[in-house]
Antibody
Framework: EVQLVESGGALVQPGGSLRLSCAAS????????MNWVRQAPGKGLEWISY????????YYTDSVKGRFTISRDNAKNSLYLDMNSLRVEDTAVYYC?????????????WGRGTLVTVSS | DIVMTQSPLFLSVTPGQPASISCKSS???????????LYWYLQRPGQSPQVLIY???SRLPGVSDRFSGSGSGTDFTLKISRVEAGDVGIYYC?????????FGQGTKVEIK
């Protein structure tokens, strides 16, 4: 089955760290660019990071630059998000999302998300 | 950063009636390759988002032809010709021409 499954979400204190994982299955992971998108409780979608299949290009939204790091291990069919210096405003469901091939650019496959709660 | 502005933010629609959502971008989404990188997503209650439309007006396989996208440059519209109960949720536009990618605020569609 073609799917993405996020894990690693937890309750963490402000200033803490967390690593999210996204396990891909059912497709050739290394040819797809990937993203992390988050959704704060009751709020809209916010794109936060992108990585190409070879990790040759990486982008972040300003609010997480210097605190979050996206990476991938193609041998393990896995995408990661290392989150440091967490803030209350980072509380959200974090989704990984695949970018469609053929230059279409849209996110054609999403996981179900993992909840990160930053609170003291 | 490109700002995506949707309107209205809330729609209450009678089944069988049409609905229309506007999305305006602060910069043109027309790329030098001739494509316009504007997408529409639907997030049904309790679910992950799913893409409906790419490059302004191209429907994904399996998406009902009741959904249509139009527009150019900075002004875009998603239309639902006859709203059904299964269309409830929050609709988002997304621009794919620049990083950071940016979503509209979302338009919540409910059935009257």
């Amino acid at each position: 089955e073609v799917q993405l499954v996020e894990s690693g979400g937890a309750l963490v204190q402000p200033g803490g760290s967390l690593r999210l994982s996204c396990a891909a299955s059912g497709f050739t992971f290394n040819i797809f660019s990937m993203n992390w998108v988050r959704q704060a409780p009751g709020k809209g979608l916010e794109w936060i990071s992108y990585i190409t299949g070879s990790s040759s290009a990486i982008y972040y939204t300003d609010s997480v630059k210097g605190r979050f790091t996206i990476s991938r291990d193609n041998a393990k069919n896995s995408l990661y998000l290392d989150m440091n210096s967490l803030r209350v405003e980072d509380t959200a469901v974090y989704y990984c999302a695949r970018v469609a091939l053929a230059g279409r650019g849209y996110f054609d496959l999403w996981g179900r998300g993992t909840l990160v709660t930053v609170s003291s | 950063d490109i700002v995506m502005t949707q309107s209205p933010l809330f729609l209450s629609v009678t089944p069988g009636q049409p609905a229309s959502i506007s999305c305006k971008s602060s910069q043109s989404l027309l790329h030098s390759d001739g494509k316009t990188y504007l997408y529409w997503y639907l997030q049904r209650p309790g679910q992950s988002p799913q893409v409906l439309i790419y490059e302004v007006s191209s429907r994904l396989p399996g998406v009902s032809d009741r959904f249509s996208g139009s527009g150019s440059g900075t002004d875009f519209t998603l239309k639902i010709s006859r709203v059904e109960a299964g269309d409830v949720g929050i609709y988002y536009c997304l621009q794919g021409i620049n990083f950071p990618r940016t979503f509209g605020q979302g338009t919540k569609v409910e059935i009257k």
